[in-house]
């Protein structure tokens, strides 16, 4: 089994900064991507972020030159530091691996538990 602890969230104003982590254990395989992705209220969960273990880096469009991910292989932990912060991006934030065994096998999702991420304006 695999396990995604969250932390980092809380509320800050408007051009503020929060860093995100997210903690991974249990069966974790070398083929795997690590991600954030959140949720505003009344909306679908979208993209933030994702991370190779390569260190390959995608983001969206909303948050590119403003948030950063990185990732620590030796922890299994993967960060999202936010910056220069909008009230768009309030929501839950996300965090995901995904991964497979071997080339073989199928990709699988885990997802964390949501940290609430707040921008006051």
């Known amino acids: 089994q695999v396990q995604l602890v969250e932390s980092g969230g809380g509320l800050v104003q408007t051009g503020g900064s929060l860093r995100l982590s997210c903690a991974a254990s249990?069966?974790?395989?070398?083929?795997?991507?690590m991600g954030w992705y959140r949720q505003a209220p009344g909306k679908q969960r979208e993209l933030v972020a994702t991370?190779?273990?390569?260190?390959?880096?995608d983001y969206a469009d909303s948050v590119k030159g403003r948030f950063t991910i990185s990732r620590d292989n030796a922890k299994n932990t993967v960060y999202l530091q936010m910056s220069t912060q909008k009230p768009d991006d309030t929501a839950v934030y996300y965090c995901?691996?995904?991964?497979?065994?071997?080339?073989?096998?199928?990709?699988?999702?885990?997802w964390g538990q949501g940290t609430q991420v707040t921008v006051s304006s």
């Open positions: 995901k691996l995904k991964q497979r065994r071997n080339v073989l096998s199928a990709f699988r999702d885990y």
């Open positions: 991370i190779t273990k390569g260190g390959t880096t």
């Open positions: 249990g069966s974790i395989f070398s083929i795997n991507t």
